[in-house]
T-cell receptor, first 116, second 113 residues
């Protein structure tokens, strides 16, 4: 079974600084995909970024980038130039094959607070 | 496009009552999911569907039932509600493509007392 671990329950960062949110995973599948989601206090789940295991480059989307280290089985999210609106829960998830399809298996999340 | 629409947003149930959480998507996605999120936890998969007429259990299916009679709708039924079912429920959908993210509804906050 696949496992996603987010070891940082809470993180603080000052506005305009960069922050790294950790995610490690465990899988025996050679092909897999990793997703990051943001959940603000309003509760909705917002997709941020995707990394495929065979992608040649680390994924980037605007201020979000992934520090993907396949050998270490880590896919850390880097948020550059933090903004107050980045304060939220952040979830790492892995695509998991099931009996008749697939789903995302989520970590427990990291709470990020951006301070002025 | 409305995306994924969940109703209701909030609900309070008494122990033993039943209810149906509604979920509809207008993106012609074949995959649909129900997750629950307990405080301080990630999302746990309850049920999923890969197309109309096909459903399967996830990690935490006990106490729930689903049906998928159309591509658009994927209702979640709670029978004999218990306090352990107090949670936030998310419906999601996606295409069957490797890089496709899940699109989530805004959630239903359910309290069973």
């Amino acid at each position: 079974a696949q496992k996603i671990t987010q070891t940082q329950p809470g993180m603080f960062v000052q506005e305009k600084e960069a922050v790294t949110l950790d995610c490690t995973y465990d899988t025996s599948d050679p092909s897999y995909g990793l997703f990051w989601y943001k959940q603000p206090s309003s509760g909705e789940m917002i997709f941020l970024i995707y990394q495929g295991s065979y992608d040649q480059q680390n994924a980037t989307e605007g201020r979000y980038s992934l520090n993907f280290q396949k050998a270490r089985k880590s896919a850390n999210l880097v948020i550059s130039a933090s903004q107050l609106g980045d304060s939220a829960m952040y979830f790492c998830a892995m695509r998991e094959a099931l009996n008749s399809g697939y789903a995302l298996n989520f970590g427990k999340g990291t709470s990020l607070l951006v301070t002025p | 496009n409305a995306g994924v629409t969940q109703t209701p947003k909030f609900r309070i149930l008494k122990i033993g009552q039943s209810m149906t959480l509604q979920c509809a998507q207008d993106m012609n996605h074949n995959y649909m999911y129900w997750y629950r999120q307990d405080p301080g936890m990630g999302l746990k998969l309850i049920y999923y569907s890969v197309g109309a007429g096909i459903t399967d259990k996830g990690e935490v299916p006990n106490g729930y039932n689903v049906s998928r009679s159309t591509t658009e709708d994927f209702p979640l039924r709670l029978e004999l509600a218990a306090p352990s079912q107090t949670s936030v429920y998310f419906c999601a959908s996606t295409l069957d493509r490797e890089r496709s993210p899940l699109h989530f509804g805004n959630g239903t906050r359910l309290t069973v007392t």
